[in-house]
């Protein structure tokens, strides 16, 4: 257990970790490249997740659609090897900069989840707005990596 809240002073000014989890006892988690500074993933984390990323150093997360903690690369074998884990404030939102070496963090295999980009601008039809490909090539094929996984994303 981190912590207790108490009071604001001591999270916004006070140097002891005590992060706030939502209802749903998860903390968002921005997770970013240390050598580039590129937005790798957006994530959640628990209270397991977050003890477990700062006893080994490696990110773990919190699978919203599969209930459990996970390992990130413990399949892809792309671990996020943490350089630094910063807290915001409130302590209610954790910036994460993980080094990736030559791998990827997304499930889909490229480096970043961020892969695409929107276009701003005029919009004509909601329905039609079409993104462009930012990254070009995959650093792994899913199919391959995941074929006895069940897919991490539900729509």
Known sequence: MFKKRENVAD???GNLLSPKFDDNGLIPVTTTD??????????????????KT????????WSRSRKEVWHKGETSGYVQ??????????QDS???????GDGASCHVGYKSCFYRSVPLGKIQDSEKIKMEFKEKKK??????????KPNPTKI
């Not at 590129?38 to 003890?51: D, T, Y």
């Open 54 to 61: 700062i006893e080994t150093k490696e990110a773990h997360y």
């Open 94 to 100: 954790i910036w994460m900069t993980v080094n990736i």
């Open 139 to 148: 650093k792994f094929d899913p199919n391959k990596v995941y074929k006895d």
């Open 34 to 51: 240390h050598q580039t500074n590129e937005v790798l993933m957006q994530g959640f984390m628990n209270e397991e997740a977050l003890k």
């Open 11 to 13: 999270i916004e000014e």
């Open 81 to 90: 090897k943490v350089i630094e884990l910063r807290i915001d404030d409130d």
